[in-house]
């Protein structure tokens, strides 16, 4: 599906995602607090093998992509629309570089 800003958004399953991690690729990680009034996010690279727990208390994991770049939006709340995200729990997010 393509969201309105000409990324495309694939809600995928947990287990489809986290076989992304299982590569050696280098990759960047940020945690965001999705209740917070801030949104500053830093981002910190890593091996994809290493943010396996990432993963561990996520509820809803979507894909987003374009010309430019993977990513993967992990959150720890459930959400029923991938378009209008309730912003509950956090956010982890995982780009790649394609």
Known sequence: MRGHDDMIYVK???EEAAKIC???ANV???VQDM???Y???VFEKRKGNDCLEMFEDAQTVVKAFDDFIKQYNIYTV???DIFNIAPRGKR???LLRE
Do not use: R
Request: glycine share 4%.
């Open 39 to 41: 949104c500053d996010v």
């Open 12 to 14: 995928m399953t947990i």
């Open 92 to 94: 982890k997010i995982i």
């Open 28 to 30: 960047l990680v940020a």
């Open 35 to 37: 209740e917070k009034d």
């Open 78 to 80: 459930k959400q029923d």
């Open 22 to 24: 299982g590569k050696n």
